[in-house]
C-alpha cells in the first residue's frame, strides 16, 4: 500500500476544523514534500518525523514522500499535527495497518527522540472533533487530562511514537486520562479588605450585577487597585458554555493549569501600561494569538494607570468593547476571538498623582487635562460608570474589616440581580442589562415613563450627553432597580444611575 490517511484537527484562531493527514509515497527520488497551506512549524515537521520515525525503532522509506493536508484551502499552523503525519506515513509504507486508527483523530507533537509532546489548543480540537461526529482520539500523556473536559469523547493518551505503533500493530492498550482530583481552591482578595469607600463598593456592585464597565479616578493609595482586584470576587462562577469559551482559549494561549480542568471563575488580567497593541487585542506572525482582551473574556481586564497607556493602545478596545469579538486581519487570512469583557480603568488626577486640589498639587491645569485627556472621549464614552475614589480617612481605616460587608454578601445580591435581569431578558434572548440594545429600552413595555426620565432628557437635548451615555444609563437603572429587588427603575434609579455616570450627586 503506497497511500494512508489518518485524522487530525487544524486550529484557526479559537475554531477547529478536522483535518485530514494524506500520505502518498511513490517512485523516485527519496523526498518529503508537504502540501495543504502549511506554516513553518509543519514544513520543519519534515525533519521532526523523519528523526522520530528511526529512533522509534522504524524503518524510513526511501522513496519520495508527498504529504497532503485536506482541505488544502484552510491555512495550517504548529505542530500538533507531527503524530498524524508519522501514523499516516508509516501506514502508506506498509508498516502499519491503519484500521485501529479509522475515525480516530490523532494529535501530538514528536520530539526527536520519538516522545510526544503537548500541544496548545487540545480543548478546542477535541471539541472541533465532537462536533464533527468523532468520538475517539489520541492526544499527548500531557493534554489527556485537559482533552476529557469533552463530555461524549473517548479519550486515549500517548507518550511516544512507539506506543502508538504498539497500539496499531499489537493492540497494546493506550494511557487513560487521569482521574481528576477534587479542586483546589485558593482564596483570593475580599471586599471586607478594603477601608471605607462606601462610593467605590456601590459601584462595584452596581457593575458587576449588569456586567458594565468601570472607571476609578482618584489619587494613589485611595483603594482603585484594591475594588479593581476584588471585582471577580463578587462575580458568579461561569456556566458550561462560558467555562468552555474562556478554558479554550487559555489552552490556546497555554495558559491552563496542569490538571486540565474547565476554567469557573471569571478570568482576570490586569497588563502593564507598557503593553502593546497586539498584547492587548492579540496578534504575531502566522497565526494571530488572543491577547489579553480575550483572556480576560467572560471576565474582567483591568487596566492600571490607564492613562500612562498607549494612546493606539487605548483605542484599540473601542470596538472589542462594542462588539465583544476582536477580528484581526493578516495577508493569510484573519482570525477572530471572543472579547466580551468588563473593562476597569484605574487612573490618577494627573502626572504628580496628588489628591485634586491639594496644596501641594505640582500641575498646571493644561497639564492636568492633558494627563486625563489621553482617555479620549470615545473610549470613556463607553465605560458606564465612572466615579472619583477620595481618600480614605482616618476613622475608616482604623475600622477596616470589622464592618465591612465580604464578597461572599455582596456576591450573593449580584447573583439574584442577574437571575431577575435574565429572567426578564430570556425572551430577547439576552443575561445582563449592559447587553441589552437601546433601541430597545427605548420601546414599549420597556420604555421608562417621561416623568422618570426628565433629568436624563434634558442632558441629551443640551449636548452634555450622547445618545450612547443616554443608553448606558437606563441599562444602569435596570441594574440600581434589580439590586434594589424592584421590578423596574423609578425616579431615584434613574437619578443614582446619573451620578454614576456622570459622579453628578453622588
Not at 484537527?9 to 514534500?33: I, M
Not at 522509506?61 to 499552523?77: E, F, H, Q, S, V
Not at 458554555?241 to 474547565?262: C, F, K, N, Q, Y
Not at 482604623?398 to 430570556?426: K, N, Q, Y
Amino acid at each position: 500500500m503506497s497511500y494512508a490517511k489518518v485524522l487530525c484537527v487544524g486550529l484557526v484562531g479559537v475554531t477547529g476544523h478536522v483535518v485530514e493527514v494524506e500520505a502518498d509515497l511513490a517512485a523516485g527520488l527519496p523526498a518529503v514534500v508537504v502540501s495543504g497551506l502549511p506554516d513553518t512549524a509543519l514544513h520543519e515537521a519534515r525533519d521532526r518525523v523523519r528523526a522520530a520515525v528511526v529512533n522509534s525503532g522504524q524503518k524510513w522509506p526511501n522513496r519520495r514522500i508527498t504529504i497532503n493536508l485536506l482541505p488544502a484551502t484552510l491555512p495550517k499552523y504548529g505542530s500538533a499535527f507531527d503524530l498524524a503525519i508519522a501514523a499516516a506515513l508509516l501506514g502508506g509504507a506498509g508498516e502499519l495497518p491503519l484500521l485501529p486508527l479509522e475515525r480516530v483523530v490523532v494529535l501530538g507533537e514528536l520530539g526527536l527522540d520519538g516522545t510526544v509532546r503537548p500541544v496548545r489548543g487540545i480543548l478546542p480540537m477535541v471539541a472541533a472533533a465532537a462536533r464533527a461526529g468523532l468520538d475517539r482520539v489520541v492526544v499527548p500523556v500531557d493534554n489527556a487530562a485537559e482533552a476529557a473536559v469533552i463530555p461524549g469523547v473517548r479519550v486515549r493518551a500517548v507518550d511516544t511514537l512507539h506506543r502508538l505503533v504498539s497500539f496499531v500493530r499489537e493492540g497494546t492498550p493506550l494511557l487513560e486520562p487521569p482521574v481528576p482530583g477534587p479542586p483546589a481552591v485558593a482564596p483570593g482578595p475580599d471586599l471586607a479588605d478594603v477601608a471605607g469607600q462606601g462610593l467605590g463598593r456601590r459601584a462595584l456592585e452596581v457593575t458587576a450585577a449588569g456586567g458594565h464597565h468601570l472607571a476609578l479616578l482618584g489619587p494613589p493609595g485611595a483603594g482603585k487597585t484594591m475594588l479593581a482586584e476584588r471585582l471577580p470576587s463578587v462575580l458568579p462562577e461561569l456556566d458550561d458554555e462560558a467555562a468552555l469559551e474562556v478554558t479554550a482559549l487559555h489552552s490556546i494561549a497555554g495558559l491552563l493549569p496542569p490538571d486540565g480542568r474547565l476554567l469557573r471563575r471569571p478570568p482576570f488580567q490586569a497588563p502593564h501600561h507598557t503593553a502593546t497593541v497586539a498584547s492587548l487585542v492579540g496578534g504575531g506572525s502566522g497565526l494571530a494569538r488572543p491577547g489579553a482582551v480575550s483572556l480576560a473574556h467572560r471576565g474582567v481586564l483591568f487596566l492600571d494607570e490607564a492613562a500612562e497607556f498607549g494612546k493606539g493602545a487605548l483605542e484599540a478596545l473601542r470596538q472589542p468593547l462594542e462588539s465583544g469579538r476582536v477580528h484581526l486581519a493578516r495577508s493569510r487570512g484573519g482570525t477572530e476571538y471572543p472579547a466580551r469583557v468588563q473593562l476597569v480603568l484605574a487612573a490618577n488626577p494627573c502626572p504628580c498623582a496628588k489628591p485634586a486640589g491639594d496644596a501641594f498639587c505640582e500641575c498646571t491645569p493644561l497639564a492636568r487635562r492633558r494627563y486625563l485627556g489621553r482617555l479620549s472621549g470615545p473610549l470613556l464614552d463607553r465605560i458606564d460608570v465612572q466615579i472619583q475614589v477620595n481618600p480614605v480617612r482616618a476613622a475608616e481605616l482604623m475600622e477596616a474589616g470589622t464592618a465591612a460587608e465580604s464578597s461572599a454578601l455582596v456576591a450573593a445580591r449580584v447573583a439574584a440581580a442577574r437571575a431577575a435581569a435574565a429572567e426578564r431578558w430570556a425572551t430577547v434572548g439576552r443575561r445582563l442589562n449592559a447587553d441589552i440594545p437601546g433601541p430597545l429600552l427605548r420601546q414599549l413595555p420597556w420604555r421608562l415613563p417621561a416623568r422618570d426620565t426628565a433629568e436624563l432628557r434634558g442632558r441629551l437635548d443640551s449636548g452634555s450627553l450622547s445618545a450612547r451615555g443616554f443608553d448606558r444609563i437606563i441599562r444602569l437603572a435596570w441594574t440600581v432597580a434589580d439590586l434594589d429587588g424592584r421590578n423596574r427603575p423609578g425616579r431615584e434609579d434613574v437619578r443614582e444611575a446619573i451620578g454614576l455616570r456622570t459622579g453628578d450627586g453622588v
